[in-house]
């Protein structure tokens, strides 16, 4: 009896260390994958920060462009209506 009770336990430390062993293979594949996930997940968001910093330097270049042409128009603006007010001073006189 005691033999056989000896052989089951023997035989089920034995079972029980083959799946740790599996379990443990398992888990260093599943590292594995956690760590090329890692890699992939922060290359994709360098390459997502950097086109989103040229998005923004493109909009403030755009931006300043903008500005410096509503200067530009409100400037004409003023001398249209300059030369338009000169024209109707010089009606009058006349």
């Not at 994709?44 to 200067?71: F, H, R, V, W």
């Not at 530009?72 to 001398?79: A, H, I, P, S, T």
Request: charged share 35%; glycine share 6%; hydrophobic share 30%.
């Amino acid at each position: 009896m005691d033999d056989k009770l000896f052989e089951l336990i023997e035989k089920m430390y034995s079972e029980m260390q083959n799946g740790f062993t599996e379990v443990r293979g398992e888990i260093k594949n599943l590292n594995h994958s956690v760590i090329k996930l890692e890699n992939k997940v922060d290359n994709n968001l360098k390459a997502l920060y950097d086109g989103y910093n040229q998005n923004t330097e493109k909009l403030c270049m755009l931006e300043y462009k903008i500005n410096d042409l509503s200067n530009k128009v409100e400037r004409q603006e003023l001398e249209i209506r300059v030369i338009n007010g000169g024209k109707g001073i010089l009606k009058t006189k006349e």
